[in-house]
């Protein structure tokens, strides 16, 4: 897949950055909702420096990360009961037909 560079700003600083082609509206979202944090999170007066607010930041992505992947872990688990369920049920009504017309 070929890549395209594309510039972003983070934290008032531009950068390069290459990325797969079709990527690009990804790529500027993210940037866009990096800087949207990091200032909401300027606003905190525990951070001093950018570098502070950076790490912070990256931290806050990071345990979103990982709470939106265990939420959908759980979705996927109860999504796939439901599924077993209706299948058994399914299997129940089958069996259930061909025992009445035997």
Do not use: F
Request: hydrophobic share 40%; aromatic share 0%.
């Amino acid at each position: 897949m070929s890549q395209h560079s594309v510039t972003v700003e983070v934290a008032n600083r531009r950068l390069k950055i290459s990325c797969p082609a079709g990527q690009e509206s990804s790529l500027l979202l993210a940037a866009k909702e990096l800087n949207q944090r990091l200032l909401d999170d300027s606003k905190s007066d525990s951070l001093k420096t950018p570098e502070q607010s950076l790490v912070m930041t990256a931290l806050n992505l990071s345990h979103d990360l990982l709470a939106a992947r265990k939420e959908l872990e759980q979705e996927r688990v109860a999504m796939q009961s439901k599924i077993d369920l209706l299948q058994t049920t399914i299997k129940q009504a089958v069996i259930s037909e061909y025992l009445k017309k035997a």
